[in-house]
């Protein structure tokens, strides 16, 4: 198993639709978050969860509701998005939040909002 | 507020010398990141300053200046390989990593 898997890896939906992105990691690792990437723009941390519990809400709208039901995985729940969430949604784990601690990222999810 | 400046675009020939620079400004400062993309692929990790000076890992290298807030990665020997985009990222005080919008680095024969 790759270290750090995110499916599916492309969605396309509706504004009017629910879906789910889901991130598994397989490194022992305490750390996850989500972040969204827009073409020529850095990354845009959006949840961080340290050993289970959320840690930082980084002014998301509530259209984008995380889940974490372990350390392994984490899941960002998607409903009634707009056309500008299109997007590439990464997810990345990292051993602890401080100092050195390299994050793992996962392939992405290719979200279009039609 | 936080900020991170690099140059958006670069080229280079095979088999020379690049230096991608990255400035910074952050709210406290626990070190700076730089990560390799390759196109439609996750980001990886190149390599980890928090003191001052040149760390050497291979072809890549990375220097870091604490005191200008400023930092670099050197690619020696390039290879078509390497055409990827590079991201600096500094961790401040809250253990929060803030990004730059990366450098596409396009490399010709």
């Known amino acids: 198993e790759t270290g750090v898997t995110q499916t599916p890896r492309h969605l396309v939906m509706g504004m009017t639709n629910k879906k789910s992105l889901k991130c598994e990691q397989h490194?022992?690792?305490?750390?996850m978050y989500w972040y969204k990437q827009s073409a020529k723009k850095p990354l845009e941390l959006m949840f961080v969860?340290?050993?289970?519990?959320?840690?930082e809400n980084n002014s998301v709208p509530s259209r984008f509701s995380p889940e974490c039901p372990n350390s392994s995985h984490l899941f960002l729940h998607l409903h009634t998005l707009q056309p500008e969430d299109s997007a590439l949604y990464l997810c990345a784990s990292s051993q602890g939040r401080e100092g050195g601690n390299e994050q793992f990222f996962g392939p992405g999810t290719r979200l279009t909002v039609l | 507020g936080q900020n991170i400046d690099q140059p958006t675009e670069m080229t280079a020939t095979e088999g020379a010398i690049v230096q991608i620079n990255c400035t910074y400004q952050?709210?406290?400062?626990?070190?700076l990141f730089w990560y390799q993309q390759h196109a439609g692929e996750a980001p990886t990790f190149l390599s980890y300053n928090v003191l001052d000076g040149l760390e050497e890992k291979g072809r890549f290298s990375s220097f870091l200046s604490r005191s200008k807030g400023y930092s670099y990665l050197l690619l020696k020997e390039l290879q078509m390989k390497d055409s990827a985009s590079y991201l600096c990222?500094?961790?401040?005080?809250?253990?929060?990593?803030?990004w730059g919008a990366g450098t596409k680095l396009i490399i010709k024969p």
């Open positions: 952050t709210s406290g400062f626990n070190g």
């Open positions: 969860y340290n050993f289970k519990e959320q840690t």
């Open positions: 990222a500094a961790l401040d005080s809250n253990y929060q990593l803030i």
């Open positions: 490194l022992g690792h305490n750390a």
